[in-house]
């Protein structure tokens, strides 16, 4: 069967507005399209398949695994997923994990869990705090903890007990917080809200309010997690520990899950019956992630990321320099955001499309930052390809008349 980008309006619900091309294979950081066109990735997927396409030691965990065993629920557990909790228990801050397919999925059963541990703690204590444009997914409940009206609009009833703040505003979370608060939601980099890291001082009083005040503290690691940041998770560069952090984007690199790493005091709060999930932990996904966690959880693949940012942050910033469009880039690790200068502003989409014409992939974060999420892994010689490519893009846009009210 030929189908094209036409057939997507044809066939597909609207809520999307796929790029022209359809890429149909990919191998490390590069994606070619149906025309044999290649691009050089610099967003995989929105920061998931940090190990670029179809690494081979990937694929063959994918297929090991699909020879063996795909599913069997949640009535029984299986190796790989047993395997994999053991290594994310063993790598990080916490004692306990609970699988799902997706960062929304996380997010939901740790608000969920939040919910269940104040109401377990004292009447009322039901108050969920976050922060102005962040994003923790797409269920009700997660749209309405995050930050962005616009995802909420249309979907009214939503849940209550929610409270939003100003992101980086310890004397606004100071004041906000109570014996009320449940939890408290940080993303350590916003990454929808246009690649803005928390500073340091922000998660250590967050940290401080919230033991003050006997409210867990939840990390929204979903993209920031799985080596991104340069350490396996980003709350080991800020030295802080939350009592609940969520995964997901990264860590299947491509294949979807997600999980819930917790505290074993948090934890208890889900006794049996509580939450559940039919696919959660599948051994199809857990085998591929356990193989990511592998591979991303090395000293070589971790000190890798710092280095490669370096080339990235400075190749932006000096096309930044030459065309007058980007502010000084910004980020943790390769989670990279290049602000738009003033006379840019509301143009991040352009250049991405600007970009794909000349054969890079980049993403927004928003439309006043173009975001930058390379593989983990990719080479020097790609970064510096993808560069010139996305600096040809720019050249000819800079070249252009702006479009009229553009
Ligand atoms: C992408 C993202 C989510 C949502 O993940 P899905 O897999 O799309 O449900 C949640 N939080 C953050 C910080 C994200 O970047």
Not at 22 to 48: M, T
Not at 256 to 268: E, F, N, R, V
């Amino acid at each position: 069967m030929n189908v094209t980008r036409a057939t997507f309006n044809e066939v597909m619900v609207p809520n999307y507005m796929p790029a022209d091309i359809i890429p149909v294979r990919g191998e490390g950081s590069r994606i070619w399209d149906q025309q044999g066109r290649e691009y050089l990735d610099f967003a995989c997927g929105i920061a998931v398949t940090g190990l670029g396409h179809c690494h081979p030691k990937l694929v063959a965990a994918l297929t090991e695994q699909a020879g063996k065993l795909w599913h069997l629920s949640n009535v029984m557990t299986n190796e790989p997923a047993l395997r994999l909790a053991q290594k994310l228990v063993d790598a990080t801050f916490a004692d306990r994990v609970f699988f799902c397919n997706s960062g929304g999925e996380a997010n939901e059963a740790a608000f969920k869990l939040a919910r269940r541990y104040g109401n377990s703690t004292r009447p009322g204590k039901n108050e969920i705090i976050s922060f102005y444009n962040a994003f923790h997914g797409r269920t009700l409940f997660t749209v309405s903890v995050g930050g962005q009206a616009k995802y909420t609009q249309g979907f009214e009833p939503i849940p209550a007990g929610i409270t939003h703040l100003p992101f980086n505003d310890l004397d606004a979370l100071k004041s906000a917080i109570s014996d009320n608060t449940c939890a408290v939601v940080i993303e350590p980099v916003q990454g929808e809200g246009g690649i803005l890291p928390a500073t340091q001082a922000f998660i250590e009083g967050a940290r401080k309010l919230c033991d003050q005040h006997n409210a867990l503290l939840i990390f929204d690691e979903v993209q920031t997690g799985v080596g991104r940041s340069g350490h396996l998770y980003a709350y080991q560069a800020y030295g802080v520990q939350p009592d609940v952090l969520t995964s997901a984007k990264g860590l299947g690199g491509g294949f979807p899950i997600g999980a819930m790493l917790c505290t074993k005091k948090a934890a208890d709060v889900l006794a049996f019956g509580t939450h559940g999930s039919t696919y959660g932990g599948n051994p199809l996904a857990c085998a591929v992630a356990e193989a990511v966690l592998d591979l991303v959880n090395e000293p070589s693949t971790l000190a890798g990321v710092q280095a490669r940012a370096q080339l990235v942050r400075d190749g932006l910033d000096s096309i930044g320099r030459r065309y007058g469009i980007f502010e000084p880039a910004r980020g943790l690790g390769l989670l990279i955001g290049a602000p738009l200068a003033p006379a840019w502003k509301g143009r991040a989409k352009e250049i991405v499309n600007a970009g794909l014409r000349h054969g890079v992939w980049t993403l927004v974060a928003g439309p006043d930052v173009l975001r930058i999420a390379p593989s983990l892994i990719i080479s020097e010689a790609d970064i510096a390809e993808g560069l010139r490519r996305l600096e040809a893009g720019i050249a000819e846009l800079a070249a252009l008349p702006k479009a009229a009210g553009g």
